[in-house]
Each structure stands twice: as structure tokens, then as C-alpha cells.
């Protein structure tokens, strides 16, 4: 059971090129999330979904987009990447949500440096 | 929205008890208190989570009051590998409101 798994790892992206980040959960989780988080920072919210087909904005979504086309994948997409997105990225998913709260499950990240 | 403000940093030193307070001022009725534990170069992993009075599993235990504005999260006897960051969280049971986690608290654990 390999839990949320994220491709690549690390990447190096001159500005204004474009790229997507994978994330894919094998625990038939319906809730996917992505996160950006800075040095000496903690996590902020990109954008989320709360099933297949459907997205929303997050806390710092400009910049960035999404799709969820297949429950278990969840993509985060630059289209002219710029030196201010420079961070680490992680995805993270929950089973659903409603009384009981439920605990997020994260990637171990995705490095992403733009020059 | 829930905002959290727990300690920058904490020292400590192996064998020892290390309780870290989270305020919350603003939680809601439907909210959840987590806390979650992050080593370099990887990802948050929850360690436990509770809505009110006392919840303890294997690795910590958490302490709300009555009134929910603040939570201790206590690691009981740590040692060297318990270094890292911790982060507190209000959870709400509605998605999209996971939106900030905060800086987070460095624990050092010395030898």
C-alpha cells in the first residue's frame, strides 16, 4: 500500500516553462489536496477537490491549475512557471469529510526550483 | 477560519516530557484539533487529533479544555529521533477549510 505518491520528486524549470505534478492515492480516497509550502513556512492551500471531476480554489491558487479526472490522480499544472513558485509542493488526500474530522495523508513531496 | 499561534521553537532533551500549547481562539463547534509531526524532506504525518477533554494513543497524548481555545500536545519521554517540526491544526468537517497550517513549532531534542 504505497499511500499518496508524487512524481518527480525534484525538477529544475527555467521561467516560463510549463509543467505538471502528479499526485496519485491508492486509498480510494474521494478529498485530494495540493499545498506549496516556503522555507521556515508552513503549508498553504493551493487548490482542492472533493471528487472526480470537480476542483476549487485554495488559499493561493493564482498561478496554478488543477484536474481531477480519475479519483486516484490528482494533477497540479503551471502553465509559464516564474521564480516566485519556487518551493516544495505536497499532495495530501482524506477519505471525505463530515462530523468526526478526518485526518489528511501527504506525499512526501515534489522540490521544484524556477530560474 | 480558525487561525492557530503556537511556539516558534523548543528545546529539550532526551528522557524528558515536551508539551507544546496551539491557541485557537476561533475554533468552531465542528472542528477538530490535529497535530501533525514533519522531518525534512517529507511530508506532514498526523500524529493525533481530538475534539475535546483528553486523547492519548501510542505516541502522544492531547489535552482541550472546556473551552476548546487551546490545545497541549504532550510527547512523553522523548528522544533524539522526536526532533522536528510539529503543527497544529483545526480541522473543520467541511473541505477546503484545511487552508493553513501555520508555522509550526521546531522541536530540538539534544542528547
Known amino acids: 500500500n504505497a499511500g499518496v505518491t508524487q512524481t518527480p520528486k525534484f525538477r529544475v524549470l527555467k521561467t516560463g516553462q510549463s509543467m505538471t505534478l502528479l499526485c496519485a492515492q491508492d486509498m480510494n480516497h474521494e478529498y485530494m489536496y495540493w499545498y506549496r509550502q516556503d522555507p521556515g513556512m508552513g503549508l498553504r492551500l493551493i487548490h482542492y477537490?472533493?471528487?472526480?471531476?470537480?476542483?476549487a480554489k485554495g488559499e493561493v491558487p493564482d498561478g496554478y491549475n488543477v484536474s481531477r479526472l480519475k479519483k486516484q490522480n490528482f494533477l497540479l499544472g503551471l502553465e509559464s512557471a516564474a521564480p516566485s513558485q519556487t518551493s516544495v509542493y505536497f499532495c495530501?488526500?482524506?477519505?471525505?469529510?463530515?462530523?468526526?474530522?478526518?485526518?489528511?495523508?501527504f506525499g512526501d513531496g515534489t522540490r521544484l526550483s524556477i530560474l | 477560519l480558525a487561525k492557530t499561534t503556537q511556539p516558534i521553537s523548543m528545546d529539550s532533551y532526551e528522557g524528558q516530557e515536551v508539551n507544546i500549547t496551539c491557541s485557537h481562539n476561533n475554533i468552531a463547534t465542528n472542528d477538530y484539533i490535529t497535530w501533525y509531526q514533519q522531518f525534512p524532506s517529507q511530508g506532514p504525518r498526523f500524529i493525533i487529533q481530538?475534539?475535546?477533554t483528553k486523547v492519548t494513543n501510542e505516541v502522544a497524548s492531547l489535552f482541550i479544555p472546556a473551552d476548546r481555545k487551546s490545545s497541549t500536545l504532550s510527547l512523553p519521554r522523548v528522544s533524539l529521533s522526536d526532533t522536528a517540526v510539529y503543527y497544529c491544526?483545526?480541522?473543520?468537517?467541511?473541505?477546503?477549510?484545511?487552508?493553513?497550517f501555520g508555522g509550526g513549532t521546531r522541536v530540538l531534542v539534544k542528547p
Open positions: 495530501a488526500s482524506t477519505p471525505n469529510v463530515g462530523q468526526g474530522g478526518q485526518p489528511q495523508h
Open positions: 481530538g475534539y475535546k
Open positions: 491544526l483545526v480541522e473543520s468537517g467541511a473541505a477546503g477549510n484545511k487552508l493553513t
Open positions: 477537490s472533493v471528487g472526480e471531476g470537480t476542483t
